[in-house]
């Protein structure tokens, strides 16, 4: 296809998803203080995180900020959208375009992968809403705080091992791109090493110290790498599609590609999306938008955290999440189609130089982050096993040596970061982003006898049931395509 005829198409995508989120309905909620009681004490994994990312709803009805924050403290709306976008935009969004290759090979295959991008995207803004309204409902801080107040402390295991474990699942991925990136970047330096030996130095001789680190502070300024290395990447991306380097056969780099790298297009365009092979990516745009452990953070931290002002962010933020996702996916499918890589990167040549300062860049965001992401499983574990803080000190070096070696071993032999995206999505990220959400407002709605939103109760029932069913066919693909 020649680039010039679907730059409309990127850009109509593009600019339909800037002002979708806009007709998002939250239905406001009173704040109200309960006697629901549960410890604030209790860690929920991922909030060890040093990038804010959470948000509690409060009434619309209710001036009064709720979730610990005050008129006159706090972060703006704009701060909170940077923050919201930076922790939802990450490498993952690079495995996309493998999400739309896995049903369709024709560049309209983008028409509905686009629609999914937008409806996945709205669902996560609702059910982020309801994990906001639970804390304004409860007084809850943390995702698990707002299980325990809602649903009960019984069960509080269930979200605390999801959201551990989906964080697992994240440092496997990180480990699995680092391995693709390092190869690549030492091949380009003239070095011919194999994956699992990029991944072991890599591991053995910079994760491993940092991820023994007592203090993580030293790291927050890294952050903004993440969001950084995103826009040079996308850019870079739209740089080498519009210039033509990987149009068969002429292209300047297609020569340097192996055969199931080489662009590839056929015929398969929107009726592909009726395949149940959409159904991974689907559950990949799970993974995509996770951020919803971090909700009550985000609204005890917006300054006079109103319902009506939060709505405000989350809509600002989901939309620029949307619209940079399908950027990126119509950006990396059209240049390569059906060949699309489950890290897009490892399409372009290593004797590419925009693609090369890409792999750096991706490479450094990944390595910082890496030690943000890794403590959660630990705290998560700790938290899980009800391990003493004492105890803590003594066995955080062992344990953290023995995740890192299992997380190691797992990307050695995972190749395939789709997969590992589209499957973790489908078993956690769903759970985490609209089962469980829905659960807890349910409960909050019946222990408080709001009766006049039993209605919309039923609504988040059919949210949660539909996210159990996109896992079960989701999951269910993804193992096929091993």
């Not at 399908?326 to 699309?340: E, H, P």
């Not at 705290?379 to 803080?389: A, R, V, Y």
């Amino acid at each position: 296809m020649k680039p010039y005829t679907n730059l409309l198409l990127v850009a109509t995508l593009t600019l339909v998803a800037s002002f979708s989120p806009g007709t998002l309905y939250f239905s406001p909620v009173r704040g109200v203080a309960t006697a629901l009681q549960a410890p604030h004490s209790v860690i929920t994994p991922r909030s060890q995180k040093l990038q804010p990312s959470s948000l509690a709803l409060s009434s619309s009805a209710v001036s009064e900020p709720r979730g610990g924050a005050s008129t006159n403290e706090g972060a703006s709306i704009p701060n909170e959208v940077f923050n919201l976008v930076k922790n939802i935009v990450g490498a993952g969004v690079l495995s996309l375009p493998a999400g739309v290759a896995a049903f369709g090979n024709h560049p309209t295959a983008l028409l509905p992968a686009a629609g999914l991008i937008l409806f996945i995207g709205t669902l996560s803004a609702y059910c982020f809403s309801l994990i906001g309204r639970v804390c304004s409902m409860t007084g809850a801080t943390t995702y698990r705080g707002c299980w325990d107040k809602s649903v009960g402390t019984s069960t509080s295991w269930l979200p605390a091992s999801a959201c551990t474990f989906k964080t697992g699942v994240a440092n496997v991925a990180y480990s699995m791109i680092l391995a693709d990136t390092f190869k690549s970047l030492a091949s380009t330096a003239g070095y011919t090493i194999t994956r699992s030996t990029s991944l072991l130095s890599v591991t053995s001789t910079v994760l491993l110290p940092l991820c023994l680190l007592r203090d993580l502070k030293s790291l927050a300024p890294f952050s903004l790498l993440g969001i950084v290395c995103m826009g040079f990447t996308t850019a870079a991306m739209f740089i080498r599609y519009i210039g033509g380097s990987y149009v068969v056969p002429t292209g300047k780099f297609v020569k340097d590609l192996s055969p199931n790298l080489v662009p590839a297009f056929g015929e398969v365009g929107i009726k592909g999306a009726a395949s149940p092979k959409a159904a991974i990516l689907l559950c990949m745009l799970s993974t995509a938008y996770l951020a919803h452990y971090n909700a009550p953070k985000f609204y005890a931290e917006l300054k006079n955290n109103t319902v009506k002002r939060f709505n405000k962010m989350v809509t600002l933020s989901f939309t620029a999440c949307i619209s940079i996702f399908i950027a990126v996916t119509s950006i990396g499918f059209l240049t390569f189609g059906s060949n699309s890589a489950g890290l897009i990167l490892n399409n372009y040549s290593e004797r590419d130089g925009l693609a090369t300062a890409c792999r750096i860049a991706l490479a450094l965001s990944i390595v910082f982050s890496y030690p943000l992401t890794f403590v959660g499983i630990r705290e998560g574990i700790f938290d899980l096993s009800k391990t003493s803080d004492a105890d803590r000190v003594k066995k955080s070096t062992p344990l953290s040596l023995g995740i890192l070696a299992v997380v190691t071993c797992i990307a050695s032999q995972l190749k395939d970061l789709s997969f590992v995206l589209s499957f973790g999505g489908a078993t956690l990220g769903n759970s985490i982003v609209f089962l469980f959400p829905s659960m807890m407002f349910a409960a909050a709605v019946k222990k408080m006898g709001r009766k006049d939103l039993e209605g919309e109760v039923k609504v988040t029932k059919a949210v949660g049931a539909l996210g159990i069913v996109m896992g079960i066919i989701g999951g269910f693909q993804a193992l096929k395509s091993l």
